[in-house]
């Protein structure tokens, strides 16, 4: 199984600054990465997959970047709708894993 | 627009047993993989089962292999998981998802879109 290991656990950011997120994999998941965004009571949404794509209807302000074991996802200017959980999760192979989170909250 | 609606959950006795549905729309259903997430109070994401677009192919998580079955009945655009001899640690809202591409155009996919999820919770 490949553990996804998140960074920081939370991370405490003024509006209009940037966050950047890191997400390690404990083997080569090559750029099968992706990264969802849930907000309390909602379900999680696609921000990015292959590393770097951004799904549909993303801002611009997120970007995803890594290959292999090492990956990052930046939101360039944090947004008062950004205040949320992130996880990354690897789709190379079976067991889909993904990592703990890393809660974005309003410092 | 694409969309995935769960319902099943409920309370349920440790040992027994529930069946959850999720029903799709707004897409070519037959064409898509198709998954099951399971999140604790409080918790992270937990992948617990998923379904090739034909259902030939299943995968589980070891911690419920043998115990959740899943299926899916492309006439219906439903995939639904039988969950047998629960425990209190399956208790958690579980999501239904849907693979982020056909499996004509990539072998491996993201999960997008999600539903809105359904809460087990498993007590006596």
């Known amino acids: 199984e490949i553990a996804m290991t998140q960074s920081p656990a939370t991370l405490s950011v003024s509006p209009g600054e940037r966050a950047t997120l890191s997400c390690r994999a404990s083997?080569?998941?090559?750029?099968?990465l992706a990264w969802y965004q849930q907000k309390p009571g909602q379900a999680p949404r696609i921000l990015i997959y292959a590393a770097s794509t951004r799904a549909a209807g993303i801002p611009a302000r997120f970007s995803g970047s890594g290959s292999e074991t090492d990956f990052t996802l930046t939101i360039s200017s944090l947004q008062s709708e950004d205040f949320a959980v992130y996880y990354c999760q690897q789709y190379n192979n079976w067991p889909r894993t993904f990592g703990q989170g890393t809660k974005v909250e309003i410092k | 627009q694409e969309h995935l609606v769960e319902s099943g959950g409920g309370v349920v006795q440790p040992g027994r047993s529930l069946r959850l549905s999720c029903v799709a729309s707004?897409?070519?259903?037959?064409?898509?993989?198709l998954h099951w997430v399971r999140q604790a109070p409080g918790k992270g994401l937990e992948w617990v089962a998923s379904?090739?677009?034909?259902?030939?192919?299943?995968y589980y998580v070891d911690s419920v292999n043998g115990r959740f079955t899943v299926s899916r009945d492309n006439s219906k655009n439903m995939v639904s998981l039988q969950m047998d001899s629960l425990g209190t640690d399956d208790t958690a809202t579980y999501y239904c998802a849907r693979g982020g591409c056909r499996v004509d155009s990539c072998s491996r996919a993201w999960f997008d879109p999600w539903g809105q999820g359904t809460l087990v919770t498993v007590s006596s």
């Open positions: 707004g897409f070519t259903f037959n064409t898509y993989a």
């Open positions: 083997q080569s998941v090559s750029t099968n």
């Open positions: 379904v090739s677009s034909d259902g030939s192919k299943k």
